[in-house]
């Protein structure tokens, strides 16, 4: 069975707030990322958490944080948005064989509303 | 850098009717494995279907099928007998042994009853 749970389903924050996405798995998946995902577009890439390292990519401003606990679960902290980060936030684990990241399995998202 | 293009930002098709969405991509890569990932407006991105570029067997599921074309870099998803819930953003994706998923830009599929 392939779930990932993402809390909150929506939020509403405004830009001096400081509030944290919630990311879980229960596949034993030892890689997970986040996504910003805006409307009508893919997904971009934010960050892959995998063997205990972060991977960032270098254009995500650092008012997004990301953080995780233990092998399941990944959490990223919000702090002085903007207007424009409003999107919808997806999470992803994915299986590691050796380097290799495998398929990846999404979470319902967040859906954020930076006001 | 890899690249993933989709060419038709829309697509309709009628109930129980077949519609093929299209994807093509640039890579010097051998080793590297395509999705097509589907997103109703529940928003959840839904893993639909994966190829590994070293198989040459396309791949298959249930009413979904690919046609993937290695040298022509074409990797595109066949929907038979189409059904309402079918309807969705679908979203195809590269991803190399070693670096992580680039998706295209997206085909909207609306299904007519």
């Known amino acids: 069975d392939t779930e990932v749970t993402q809390t909150p389903k929506h939020l509403v924050m405004g830009m001096t707030n400081k509030k944290s996405l919630k990311c879980e798995q229960h596949?034993?998946?030892?890689?997970m990322y986040w996504y910003k995902q805006k409307a009508k577009k893919p997904p971009e890439l934010m960050f892959v958490?995998?063997?205990?390292?972060?991977?960032i990519n270098e254009s995500v401003p650092s008012r997004f944080s990301p953080e995780c606990p233990n092998s399941s679960l990944l959490n990223l902290h919000l702090h002085a948005l903007q207007p424009e980060d409003s999107a919808l936030y997806l999470c992803?684990?994915?299986?590691?064989?050796?380097?290799?990241?495998?398929?990846?399995?999404f979470g319902p998202g967040t859906r954020l509303l930076v006001l | 850098a890899q690249t993933v293009t989709q060419s038709q930002p829309e697509m309709s098709v009628q109930e129980a009717e077949t519609v093929t969405l299209s994807c093509t991509y640039d890579?010097?890569?051998?080793?590297?494995?395509l999705f097509w990932y589907k997103q109703p407006p529940s928003r959840q991105m839904i893993l639909v279907i994966r190829?590994?570029?070293?198989?040459?067997q396309n791949a298959t599921e249930n009413r979904f099928s690919v046609n993937f074309q290695k040298a022509a870099k074409s990797f595109s998803l066949k929907i038979s007998d189409s059904q309402l819930g079918d309807a969705a953003m679908y979203f195809c994706?590269?991803?190399?042994?070693?670096?992580?998923?680039?998706f295209g830009a997206g085909t909207r599929l609306t299904v007519k009853p």
């Open positions: 992803a684990s994915s299986q590691l064989l050796g380097l290799v990241r495998e398929t990846q399995y």
């Open positions: 596949m034993g998946h030892r890689a």
């Open positions: 958490y995998s063997y205990e390292k972060l991977s």
């Open positions: 890579t010097s890569e051998s080793d590297y494995y």
């Open positions: 190829q590994e570029a070293y198989k040459q």
């Open positions: 994706a590269y991803r190399s042994a070693l670096n992580d998923m680039r």
